[in-house]
Protein backbone atom coordinates (compact mmCIF):
# COMPACT_ATOMS: atom_id res chain seq x y z
CA UNK A 1 0.00 0.00 0.00
CA UNK A 2 1.02 3.54 -0.73
CA UNK A 3 -0.19 6.46 0.77
CA UNK A 4 0.31 9.33 -1.59
CA UNK A 5 0.46 13.54 -0.39
CA UNK A 6 0.88 16.36 -2.96
CA UNK A 7 1.68 19.68 -1.82
CA UNK A 8 2.55 22.61 -3.56
CA UNK A 9 0.10 24.08 -5.28
CA UNK A 10 -1.16 27.81 -5.58
CA UNK A 11 -1.47 31.07 -7.69
CA UNK A 12 1.31 32.26 -9.74
CA UNK A 13 1.26 34.98 -12.75
CA UNK A 14 1.88 33.57 -16.00
CA UNK A 15 5.36 32.71 -16.68
CA UNK A 16 5.99 32.15 -12.73
CA UNK A 17 6.99 29.04 -11.32
CA UNK A 18 6.04 26.32 -8.93
CA UNK A 19 7.36 23.07 -7.64
CA UNK A 20 4.99 20.65 -6.27
CA UNK A 21 5.77 17.41 -4.22
CA UNK A 22 4.37 14.41 -3.82
CA UNK A 23 5.67 12.48 -0.71
CA UNK A 24 4.80 8.64 -0.27
CA UNK A 25 4.35 6.38 2.58
CA UNK A 26 5.38 3.00 2.43
CA UNK A 27 8.87 1.12 1.79
CA UNK A 28 8.39 0.24 -1.33
CA UNK A 29 8.05 3.89 -3.09
CA UNK A 30 11.21 3.22 -4.77
CA UNK A 31 9.84 0.36 -6.98
CA UNK A 32 7.23 2.32 -8.07
CA UNK A 33 7.19 4.70 -11.04
CA UNK A 34 5.56 8.10 -10.25
CA UNK A 35 3.54 10.47 -12.71
CA UNK A 36 1.59 13.63 -12.34
CA UNK A 37 -1.17 14.38 -14.09
CA UNK A 38 -3.76 17.05 -14.15
CA UNK A 39 -7.46 17.71 -14.75
CA UNK A 40 -8.91 21.40 -15.24
CA UNK A 41 -12.62 21.63 -15.00
CA UNK A 42 -14.99 20.14 -17.44
CA UNK A 43 -11.85 18.37 -18.59
CA UNK A 44 -10.31 14.76 -18.52
CA UNK A 45 -7.40 13.83 -16.45
CA UNK A 46 -4.33 14.40 -19.03
CA UNK A 47 -0.68 13.00 -18.29
CA UNK A 48 1.45 15.46 -17.56
CA UNK A 49 5.01 13.73 -16.84
CA UNK A 50 6.05 10.31 -15.23
CA UNK A 51 9.72 8.92 -13.84
CA UNK A 52 10.61 5.50 -14.03
CA UNK A 53 11.72 3.95 -10.41
CA UNK A 54 15.23 4.56 -10.88
CA UNK A 55 14.75 8.03 -12.46
CA UNK A 56 17.06 6.39 -15.36
CA UNK A 57 13.57 7.23 -17.72
CA UNK A 58 11.38 10.63 -18.16
CA UNK A 59 8.46 11.23 -20.36
CA UNK A 60 6.55 14.37 -20.74
CA UNK A 61 3.15 15.34 -22.92
CA UNK A 62 4.25 17.66 -25.36
CA UNK A 63 2.24 20.21 -23.91
CA UNK A 64 4.40 20.84 -20.89
CA UNK A 65 8.16 19.48 -22.62
CA UNK A 66 11.21 22.10 -22.12
CA UNK A 67 9.00 23.76 -18.75
CA UNK A 68 7.89 21.45 -16.68
CA UNK A 69 10.97 18.55 -15.12
CA UNK A 70 10.02 16.11 -13.30
CA UNK A 71 12.41 13.74 -10.46
CA UNK A 72 12.36 11.82 -7.62
CA UNK A 73 14.56 11.19 -3.95
CA UNK A 74 13.86 7.89 -2.90
CA UNK A 75 15.71 8.80 -0.09
CA UNK A 76 13.00 11.19 0.90
CA UNK A 77 10.08 9.33 -0.43
CA UNK A 78 9.00 11.74 -3.07
CA UNK A 79 8.92 12.94 -6.42
CA UNK A 80 8.59 16.53 -7.64
CA UNK A 81 7.71 18.46 -10.69
CA UNK A 82 8.91 21.62 -11.13
CA UNK A 83 7.14 23.80 -13.40
CA UNK A 84 8.77 27.05 -14.99
CA UNK A 85 7.17 29.68 -17.20
CA UNK A 86 3.67 28.56 -16.26
CA UNK A 87 0.72 29.77 -18.82
CA UNK A 88 -3.00 30.56 -18.09
CA UNK A 89 -3.65 26.58 -19.76
CA UNK A 90 -1.77 24.92 -17.09
CA UNK A 91 -4.61 25.76 -14.61
CA UNK A 92 -6.07 22.47 -13.06
CA UNK A 93 -5.67 20.19 -9.91
CA UNK A 94 -2.51 18.42 -10.30
CA UNK A 95 -2.15 14.19 -8.85
CA UNK A 96 0.89 12.48 -8.75
CA UNK A 97 0.55 8.70 -8.94
CA UNK A 98 2.21 5.45 -8.70
CA UNK A 99 2.51 2.57 -10.77
CA UNK A 100 3.90 -0.44 -9.58
CA UNK A 101 5.42 -1.99 -13.02
CA UNK A 102 8.02 0.50 -12.39
CA UNK A 103 8.09 2.10 -15.70
CA UNK A 104 6.06 4.98 -15.91
CA UNK A 105 2.91 5.11 -18.52
CA UNK A 106 1.38 7.76 -20.23
CA UNK A 107 -2.11 5.93 -19.01
CA UNK A 108 -3.51 6.54 -15.98
CA UNK A 109 -5.39 3.89 -15.69
CA UNK A 110 -2.15 1.78 -15.69
CA UNK A 111 -1.90 3.46 -11.82
CA UNK A 112 -2.57 1.70 -9.11
CA UNK A 113 -2.07 4.87 -6.27
CA UNK A 114 -3.09 8.15 -6.81
CA UNK A 115 -3.15 11.14 -3.72
CA UNK A 116 -5.59 13.80 -3.36
CA UNK A 117 -4.29 16.49 -5.71
CA UNK A 118 -3.31 19.78 -5.50
CA UNK A 119 -5.08 23.03 -7.06
CA UNK A 120 -2.84 25.00 -9.70
CA UNK A 121 -4.01 28.38 -10.93
CA UNK A 122 -2.15 30.69 -13.44
CA UNK A 123 -3.52 34.28 -14.06
CA UNK A 124 -3.00 35.95 -16.98
Known amino acids: QVQLVESGGGLVQAGGSLRLSCAASGRTFSSYAMGWFRQAPGKEREFVAAISWSGGSTYYADSVKGRFTISRDNAKNTVYLQMNSLKPEDTAVYYC?????????????????WGQGTQVTVSS
Open 97 to 113: AAESRGSGSYYYLEYDY
